[in-house]
Each structure stands twice: as C-alpha cells, then as structure tokens.
C-alpha cells in the first residue's frame, strides 16, 4: 500500500507544556502536525476535548437550517418539524454514543442550534417568546438527554451482546451495590483529568449504577429506551448553563 505524504498528518497527544518534538516522514517527505483530526466523522484533537467537533457539527447545522428557512418558511409546523429532525438534528447528534461535551460553553453552543429549529418550526421569532415554552409545545427533549440516552443505550447494548464491542478490563461489575443501585451495576471509575474524568466508560456508570432494576434488565432495547428517558430527563440539570 502506498501513502501520499502530502495527504498525511500526525497528532500528538499529550500533558506536557514542553511536549518531545518528532519528525515523521514517508517514503524522504516530512509528515506535518496538525492540532485536531477528523476520524469516522468525529474531530479529535489533541487536548483530548470536543471544543472543534463541537465548532463543526452546529457550523454545519445552522448552515443546514438556514437552507430549511429560506425554503420551507412557507411550509406547515408538521413539514418543518420533520424536515428538521430528519436534516439538522441527525448533524448534531451523529455517532453521539462515543462523544459528548461537558464544558458548558459547548452544551449551550449544540442547544443553540435547536432553540433557532425551535423558533423555525413554531414561526416564532419575536423577542419576548420564550423558546423554553415553543421546545415543551413541540415536545422535543434538549439534545443533552438525547446524548445521554443513546450513551446508555450503547452501554445496554454492550453488555446483552447487541453489538461486538466487549467492555474493557477496567469496567467491573459491583459486588457491593449501594441504596440505589441496580442488580447490574459497576464498580466507578476515579479519574482527575478532564479527557479520561469525561470519557465514555468513566461518565457513564454513575448514571447506569443509578437506573433502577427494572430498567437495565428490560428485555429490549426499545424497551429500556422507554423506560430509561423518563428518568434520564430528571438527572438533567434544569439549565443549560451547568455543567452535566
């Protein structure tokens, strides 16, 4: 297999102030650095946060949405409402399993986008609406519950077989559960570093360990999304301006 070198780049990951400098090339041509990478549709960088997935995802969104406006302003709620879930959210919510922000900036940057579809949808765009009332008319749960619902559901789905993704050898089942604990529940993962504090597996047990038995032993996966979202919406703060 031949690699262009002009098409490759390299990203260091690292703590250090002074990272070790490296030079890599292919074939006598030097590979250049780059800060962030995009891989499977997901921009990783190299502080290990999601501040330039982030940037992309709704830059891409608001420009999808503002096609939608200049083209279905005339349209009734029910064809804007699905041109939207069918066209923008999917934007900010692709592969939302493996990713998820916790700086609070970035949560409200995401929720920004469908504030804007909610004023779009209900064709509402005086100032003194309050979009909180126009997202409770349409029903429609904030994008942070959705990503915590499919964070659970790929979990769900991890540990009953679903998909070919075994646990890693750090997730634990609990012998002890605690009060409010479930049957299924995993010991939690101490972590002080932002990237390894907010990754998939560390994130997300607390809030599996607090799901309650019937719930992670539902038969299905519809099921326990059904059962699940009811109770995830409580552990949801109730503004977007804290952290998750």
């Given at each position: 297999m031949c690699f262009n070198a002009s098409k490759c780049e390299f990203l260091q990951i690292t703590r250090k102030t002074k990272p070790l400098k490296?030079?890599?090339s292919v074939d006598g041509q030097n590979i250049t650095e780059s800060s962030k990478h995009k891989y499977l549709g997901v921009t990783i960088n190299k502080h290990l946060d999601w501040k330039d997935h982030v940037q992309s995802i709704?830059?891409?969104?608001?420009?999808?949405?503002?096609?939608?406006?200049?083209?279905?302003?005339?349209?009734?709620?029910?064809v804007k409402e699905r041109a939207y879930q069918?066209?923008?959210?999917?934007?900010?919510e692709y592969s939302s399993a493996a990713w998820s922000p916790y700086a609070s900036g970035q949560v409200n940057s995401l929720e920004s986008v469908q504030r804007q579809a909610a004023r779009f949808v209900t064709n509402n765009y005086e100032r003194t609406a309050s979009v909180t009332e126009m997202l409770q008319d349409l029903q429609w749960d904030s994008l942070s519950t959705r990503r915590l619902l499919q964070q659970c559901s790929m979990f769900y789905k991890i540990k009953y077989g679903l998909v070919n993704i075994p646990?890693?050898?750090?997730?634990?089942?609990?012998?002890?559960?605690?009060?409010?604990?479930?049957?299924?529940?995993?010991?939690?993962?101490?972590?002080?570093?932002?990237?390894?504090?907010?990754?998939?597996?560390v994130r997300i047990i607390p809030i599996w360990n607090r799901l309650p038995t019937s719930v992670v032993i539902a038969p299905s996966l519809h099921t326990f999304q059904s059962l699940a979202l009811p109770i995830l919406r409580d552990m949801q703060p109730t503004s977007t301006h804290h952290k998750i």
């Amino acid at each position: 297999m031949c690699f262009n070198a002009s098409k490759c780049e390299f990203l260091q990951i690292t703590r250090k102030t002074k990272p070790l400098k490296h030079i890599y090339s292919v074939d006598g041509q030097n590979i250049t650095e780059s800060s962030k990478h995009k891989y499977l549709g997901v921009t990783i960088n190299k502080h290990l946060d999601w501040k330039d997935h982030v940037q992309s995802i709704t830059s891409r969104a608001r420009s999808t949405l503002g096609v939608l406006r200049r083209n279905l302003s005339a349209c009734p709620r029910e064809v804007k409402e699905r041109a939207y879930q069918a066209l923008v959210r999917p934007k900010l919510e692709y592969s939302s399993a493996a990713w998820s922000p916790y700086a609070s900036g970035q949560v409200n940057s995401l929720e920004s986008v469908q504030r804007q579809a909610a004023r779009f949808v209900t064709n509402n765009y005086e100032r003194t609406a309050s979009v909180t009332e126009m997202l409770q008319d349409l029903q429609w749960d904030s994008l942070s519950t959705r990503r915590l619902l499919q964070q659970c559901s790929m979990f769900y789905k991890i540990k009953y077989g679903l998909v070919n993704i075994p646990f890693p050898s750090f997730v634990i089942p609990s012998n002890r559960p605690g009060r409010v604990s479930n049957i299924c529940c995993y010991q939690n993962i101490q972590a002080r570093v932002n990237s390894y504090r907010f990754s998939y597996f560390v994130r997300i047990i607390p809030i599996w360990n607090r799901l309650p038995t019937s719930v992670v032993i539902a038969p299905s996966l519809h099921t326990f999304q059904s059962l699940a979202l009811p109770i995830l919406r409580d552990m949801q703060p109730t503004s977007t301006h804290h952290k998750i």
